[in-house]
C-alpha cells in the first residue's frame, strides 16, 4: 500500500492525539472499522464511557480514547473515524490513516459488520500492513443470525492469519472473549 510519512505529509506524526496512559505499561489499541459497524457502541461497552453513536457515516470525525483494563493488561483504547479505505480522500479517513501510520499504536482491533462483511475486508487487509497485531472484530452476528447470515468465523481467522472473533455489541459474553482475544494478541 505504500503509507510512509511522505506519502501523508510528515505534519500528520506533528499533529497526532496525545495519549494518556494511566500506567506505562498500558498497551493502545486503535478500534478501526467502517462507518456504522458498531465502533463506538464496543468503545463504550469496553471502556464505560459515552461516546455518541450515530447512523451515520462521518459520525467520529476525530478520535476518542478511553480506558479499558481486563485481568492481565491495561489498554487505551483509541476509537479512530470509521473509513473504507486507508487511502485518504476525506477528513475522516485521513484522520484514522495518520493515527494507524504514528499515532504510537501497538495493535488494532478492525470492527466489521457481520451482516456484510466482504465490506471491510479490504480495510482489514490495510490494517493488517500497518500493524502486524490485528484483531478483527466481527460485530451484529446477532443481527446476522436474525437476517439467516452464517458465518464461518474459524475459516476467516484461517485466511486472514489474525485473530477473529464474533460479538454483539450489547452481549457482555461476546465482549468478554474480545477482550480475552486482545489480551492473547497484545
Known amino acids: 500500500m505504500g503509507l510512509t ?3 501523508t505529509g510528515f505534519a500528520a506524526a506533528e499533529t497526532s492525539l496525545e495519549i494518556k496512559r494511566r500506567s506505562p505499561d498500558d498497551r493502545v489499541v486503535a478500534i478501526a472499522g467502517n462507518p456504522n459497524v458498531g465502533k463506538s457502541t464496543i468503545f463504550n461497552a469496553l471502556t464505560g464511557m459515552r461516546q455518541h453513536t450515530g447512523n451515520w457515516p462521518g459520525k467520529t470525525v476525530a478520535a476518542a480514547q478511553g480506558f479499558c483494563e481486563t485481568e492481565r493488561s491495561g489498554y487505551v483504547l483509541v476509537d479512530i473515524p470509521g473509513t473504507y479505505s486507508l487511502l485518504a480522500h476525506s477528513a475522516e479517513e485521513e484522520a484514522a490513516r495518520d493515527f494507524l501510520c504514528f499515532g504510537g499504536a501497538e495493535a ?7 451482516t456484510c462483511l466482504q465490506r471491510s475486508l479490504n480495510l482489514v487487509l490495510q490494517v493488517m500492513e500497518l500493524c502486524p497485531k490485528t484483531l478483527v472484530c466481527v ?3 446477532d ?3 436474525r437476517r439467516g447470515i452464517t458465518l464461518d468465523l474459524k475459516q476467516l481467522e484461517e485466511n486472514l492469519g489474525v485473530p477473529v472473533v464474533g460479538t454483539a ?3 457482555k459474553r461476546t465482549l468478554k472473549a474480545l477482550t480475552k482475544a486482545l489480551d492473547r494478541l497484545c
Open 108 to 114: 488494532a482491533v478492525v470492527v466489521c459488520d457481520a
Open 143 to 145: 443481527e446476522a443470525k
Open 5 to 7: 510519512s511522505s506519502s
Open 169 to 171: 455489541a450489547h452481549d
Open 139 to 141: 460485530n451484529l452476528c
